[in-house]
Structure formats: structure tokens, C-alpha cells
């Protein structure tokens, strides 16, 4: 059974960091380009960062450049987003996916982590 | 990069069938074959419901189609069921090698 876990949103403060996680089984993760996308309380959904099964594609969504970075461990099977000077308009349920190489769209999501960012 | 344009609620009766709207721009929709739309359940992960404009992942209802003109997307669902009530995205591959989503459509079975 193909399972995503994230895990790591907590309630933090304008300008500081967080790591979020995303465990993967029940299927070849190395074969799989992995995102990351969010939505915030109540809006629809907004794509955040995008890495190669081999991390040598990576992309970002132009509100996150430059301080969220992507990540994933091969031999691990997990993704990872590292998010630096947190801003209000971050919070959001943040969910992982995942995308066969060659593909253009997200089979399958996991539960998503809360992140808030709040003082 | 701006989100696509879909609209905000639909509806109609079951047995029906209803239409959703996605449209984009040439560097988007009307550029890649790579439109996919996605079912959220309130509380729930997105499940992809037609990938590639117009294919169906395994499992998904035939009920649900897919298709494209220009730089706008169709989501189909004939034979409104009662199940089928949740909120719908489109998405889209662009030419900045980033994704864009729709801002979602309600769609209610009366």
C-alpha cells in the first residue's frame, strides 16, 4: 500500500525556520519525482517545490525562492522541505506527492503537516 | 505566475451531468497536454481523478472526463452521484517548469 507521512508543521514565528518531513512506502521512491504542495486554511491549492528522483531538477514556486529549500534521501525514502524567514501568508496544511518520472501530474498525496506561522 | 481561472461553485442534480471550466494561458493549459484535475473531500488529500487532459487513472468512475481547446480545460461528470460533491482543481504544467493549480470549483449535488 503506498503510503506519504508528513510530519514537522508546528506553530512558529514570523522569520524563523522549520523542517518538514515526508516518509514514503509501498512503492520504489527513487523512481518518483516528489513535490511539495500547500493550501492554506480554506483556499485552494498552491504548488510549492518539485525535486527529481536523482535531486538534479529542482523548482520552486516564485513566493518560496530563495527561502524554502527541497530536499529527499534516497535511501531513506524521504522527502524534505527546510523553511527559512516563515512569513504569515506560509501557513498552511502542507502536502507531499508524488510523480512518476516522465509525468506531469500528482498520483497520489499524502495527509498533509499544519504549518502556523504566527506571533 | 497566476493561478487558473475555474469557477467558484457548480451544481446540479443527480443524474445529471455538470461541467467544470480551467482556463490558462498559452505558457499553460494551451501549451501542454499536461492538464490533470484533482478531487478534494473536505478533510481530505486531493485525489487525482484525469491526467494528461483526458486520461483516467485506474479506479477512477468513467462517469469523469477530461478534455481541452485552446487555452481552457473541461472536467465532465455525467450521472451526478451524490458521492461525487467535493471540491474540484485543475492544474497544469507550465513553460516555467513549475506547476500552476485552478482555484477550485464547489460542486454541490442538489
Known amino acids: 500500500e503506498v503510503q506519504l507521512v508528513e510530519s514537522g508543521g508546528d506553530l512558529v514565528q514570523p522569520g524563523r525556520s522549520l523542517r518538514l518531513s515526508c516518509a514514503a512506502s509501498?512503492?520504489?521512491?527513487?523512481?518518483?519525482?516528489m513535490h511539495w504542495v500547500r493550501q492554506a486554511p480554506g483556499k485552494g491549492l498552491e504548488w510549492v517545490s518539485g525535486i527529481s528522483w536523482n535531486s538534479n531538477i529542482i523548482d520552486y514556486a516564485d513566493s518560496v525562492k530563495g527561502r524554502f529549500t527541497i530536499s529527499r534521501d534516497n535511501a531513506k525514502n524521504s522527502l524534505y522541505l527546510q523553511m527559512n524567514s516563515l512569513r504569515a501568508e506560509d501557513t498552511a496544511l502542507y502536502y507531499c506527492?508524488?510523480?512518476?518520472?516522465?509525468?506531469?501530474?500528482?498520483?497520489?498525496w499524502g495527509q498533509g503537516t499544519l504549518v502556523t506561522v504566527s506571533s | 505566475q497566476s493561478a487558473l481561472t475555474q469557477p467558484a461553485s457548480v451544481s446540479g442534480s443527480p443524474g445529471q451531468s455538470i461541467t467544470i471550466s480551467c482556463t490558462g494561458t498559452s505558457s499553460d493549459v494551451g501549451g501542454y497536454n499536461y492538464v490533470s484535475w484533482y478531487q478534494q473531500h473536505p478533510g481530505k488529500a486531493p485525489k487525482l481523478m484525469i491526467y494528461d487532459v483526458n486520461n483516467r487513472p485506474s479506479g477512477v468512475s468513467n462517469r469523469f472526463s477530461g478534455s481541452k481547446s485552446g487555452n481552457t480545460a473541461s472536467l465532465t461528470i455525467s450521472g451526478l452521484q451524490a458521492e461525487d460533491e467535493a471540491d474540484y482543481y485543475c492544474?497544469?504544467?507550465?513553460?516555467?517548469?513549475?506547476?500552476?493549480f485552478g482555484g477550485g470549483t464547489k460542486l454541490t449535488v442538489l
Open positions: 492544474s497544469s504544467y507550465t513553460s516555467s517548469s513549475t506547476w500552476v
Open positions: 506527492a508524488k510523480c512518476w518520472y516522465g509525468d506531469y501530474y500528482f498520483d497520489y
Open positions: 509501498g512503492f520504489t521512491f527513487n523512481d518518483y519525482a
